[in-house]
């Protein structure tokens, strides 16, 4: 079983709808969890990152962390085409190794 | 600031070669981390480096190594290349003492023959 568990997708949703992903983990250790944008053919992008159990709020994004279930999760809201991409989440134990979902791949149609 | 930088961009080499990628770092940034992605096994990490000094590491066999300079900036080396190394190899940086806050550069696509 992996660390961490990400549904591959594809999830489609239509513009303007709240988008919402989530990943699962199996380690308790983890202290700092991330969430990560790629576009096709480009490096990961750093959209947020959640410390311990909570809630953080971004502009659009919101990041939920559960450290008592081990559930992440990442709501995008007012989706818009641009937001199509593949979402990684990464948690994080006490160092610099991040531990990477498989991602879930986003088709925001317009 | 720049973001990180990664050259070359892509790559193709034969079975058996060597390989050396480049890494420059945001400036500023003293750790600089490596990460293999491929389509089965997604992002993985290979080795992270502060001051020089490998701090991390993950599980890749042997031929995988690599360096930091004085700069900070890094390079990876791949020897006796297989099929199965062809990916998209990721550098990150990262201030000192926020590791959870890791910047990618744009990869090198490195495909094996």
């Known amino acids: 079983q992996k660390e961490v568990e990400q549904d591959p997708g594809p999830l489609s949703v239509p513009e303007g709808a709240i988008v919402s992903l989530n990943c699962t983990y199996s380690n308790s250790a983890f202290q700092y969890f991330m969430w990560y944008r790629q576009y096709s053919r480009k490096g990961p992008e750093l959209l947020m990152y959640t410390y311990s159990s909570g809630n953080k709020e971004d502009g659009r994004f919101t990041a939920q962390v559960d450290k008592s279930s081990k559930y992440i999760s990442l709501f995008i809201r007012d989706s818009q085409p641009s937001d199509s991409a593949t979402y990684l989440c990464a948690p994080q134990k006490a160092g610099n190794k991040l531990t990477f979902g498989g991602g879930t791949r986003v088709l925001v149609k317009p | 600031k720049a973001g990180v930088t990664q050259t070359p961009r892509y790559l193709i080499k034969t079975r058996g070669q060597q390989v050396t990628l480049s890494c420059s770092p945001i400036?500023?940034?003293?750790?600089v981390s490596w990460y293999q992605q491929t389509p089965g096994q997604g992002l993985q990490f290979l080795f992270e480096?502060?001051?020089?000094?490998?701090?991390n590491k993950g599980n890749f066999p042997g031929r995988f190594s690599g360096r930091q300079f004085s700069n900070s900036r890094s390079e990876m080396n791949v020897s006796t290349l297989e099929l199965g190394d062809s990916a998209l190899y990721l550098c990150?940086?990262?201030?000192?003492?926020?590791?959870?806050?890791?910047?990618f550069g744009p990869g090198t696509r490195l495909t094996v023959t």
């Open positions: 990150a940086s990262s201030p000192e003492g926020q590791g959870y806050e890791q910047y």
């Open positions: 400036s500023g940034h003293r750790s």
């Open positions: 480096y502060f001051s020089e000094t490998q701090r």
